[in-house]
């Protein structure tokens, strides 16, 4: 006799983990721009539909987030130093989108006020069971998927997930462009900025995967 056997959505979630995808080198992606004196290289790849969202315990697109895989590679013989860059989502209506903080992206998903103190985050002590996990597993999952790299060392490439609110934003991928700006090298000269075009989610995947 078949046994069904039935989840409620904690169950799922416990069984789910954040992996973070690997990233090619970054001149292998559809949404780029290379700086071929510098040898460096700056890609976004989106994860806002399926199946490539699916790496997520979080439906950021039902929060309003859009994610994005940023990947920098550097191809020359010195290290690209990041801890001054900033990203910025420029909409073809021309809205103007800062890249989120992790405790921003957390109160959220995480939907706390902005005048709420969801209290020291990590570990997260929420009330309520199944709920505090959930919160939890979400605050490890944007933690571990937010792009922290310091520095891009030589010949390497760094990646991570930039996180941008567009809720109630009309158009915000379609004609969009990421500019980083702040990337500095080994002497301390910051590079030109990099303007990289926003391409669909499906064509944005390394060639040969």
Known sequence: MAVAITFS?????????????????????AS???????????????????????IFITD?????????????????DQPIELKNMQARLVTALHAKLEA???NDVYRRVAHIKENANPRPLGPITLPGGDKNKKAQQQYQEIM????????????????????FDVQNVKQPVAGAHIYLTGLRDSSGNELLYFEIPVISSNAAAPRGQ
């Open 144 to 163: 571990r998927a937010h792009f922290s790299a310091q520095a891009v060392e030589p010949h390497a490439t760094r990646s991570g997930f930039l996180f």
């Open 60 to 76: 950021y697109k039902e929060e309003g987030i859009l994610p994005v895989l940023l990947v920098i590679s550097n191809d020359g």
């Open 32 to 54: 780029k721009d290379a700086h071929p004196n510098e040898k460096v290289t700056a890609a976004v790849d989106l994860y806002n539909t399926a199946p490539k969202n699916d």
């Open 9 to 29: 959505s904690a169950t799922l979630w416990a069984f789910k983990e954040f992996v973070m995808p690997k990233a090619a080198n970054a001149n292998t992606y």
């Open 100 to 102: 989120l903080e992790v």
